[in-house]
T-cell receptor, first 114, second 109 residues
Framework: DTGVSQNPRHKITKRGQNVTFRCDPI?????LYWYRQTLGQGPEFLTY??????LEKSRLLSDRFSAERPKGSFSTLEIQRTEQGDSAMYLC????WGGGTEAFFGQGTRLTVV | GENVEQHPSTLSVQEGDSAVIKCTYS??????FPWYKQELGKRPQLIID?????GEKKDQRIAVTLNKTAKHFSLHITETQPEDSAVYFC????????FGAGTRLTVKP
């Protein structure tokens, strides 16, 4: 499968625990995005990378959220001290270059905080 | 960052009718405007896109128009079919990519 891959597909965690999600983009893609999506809403921008450089992080994102893309390939999104409001679908997307090219989405990781 | 507004939030049409979804954006640097379709439980998938040097683009029953002066763009679906039922998202990209809130389209047979 040469598409964008996200793991795990589902995660249930207790409030206060830390969670980490992984995204493997399409291999030649330099741009990688993270979004959060709640039911019936559009993808909400979280952050994006060009190769290993994190170019922007949403001002709406608390310090509990951090993302890395250490070698410019896969990326991880960590949420520390999870809260019930963090329950959502976390989507990763990649594109071959930056703005102006099609972004391909992964299947997402559905997080449920209980 | 870019701010994208999308209307309407829900749209119901009879099979065979046309559907129009409208979006506005705020950042004049935006030069790429994709539209994504998301079916229930699936990932968003690109259906059509337009760049700022073009005013209109068509692909079979789907067309997109762009007015850069007014900073708005629209998706037009003609001869709608039940399989067009889904949530549609517009996006605008100056460099990153920001999405609208989505339009749930229902096509009634």
């Amino acid at each position: 499968d040469t598409g964008v891959s996200q793991n795990p597909r589902h995660k249930i965690t207790k409030r206060g625990q830390n969670v980490t999600f992984r995204c493997d983009p399409i291999s030649e893609h330099n741009r990688l995005y993270w979004y959060r999506q709640t039911l019936g809403q559009g993808p909400e921008f979280l952050t994006y990378f060009q190769n290993e450089a994190q170019l922007e992080k949403s001002r709406l994102l608390s310090d509990r959220f951090s993302a890395e893309r250490p070698k410019g390939s896969f990326s991880t999104l960590e949420i520390q001290r999870t809260e019930q409001g963090d329950s959502a679908m976390y989507l990763c997307a990649s594109s071959i270059w930056g703005g102006g090219t099609e972004a391909f989405f992964g299947q997402g990781t559905r997080l449920t905080v209980v | 960052g870019e701010n994208v507004e999308q209307h309407p939030s829900t749209l119901s049409v009879q099979e065979g009718d046309s559907a129009v979804i409208k979006c506005t954006y705020s950042d004049s640097a935006s030069n790429y405007f994709p539209w994504y379709k998301q079916e229930l439980g699936k990932r968003p998938q690109l259906i059509i896109d337009i760049r700022s040097n073009v005013g209109e683009k068509k692909d079979q029953r789907i067309a997109v128009t762009l007015n850069k002066t007014a900073k708005h763009f629209s998706l037009h679906i003609t001869e709608t079919q039940p399989e067009d039922s889904a949530v549609y998202f517009c996006a605008a990209s100056p460099d990153d990519m920001r999405f609208g809130a989505g339009t749930r389209l229902t096509v009634k047979p």
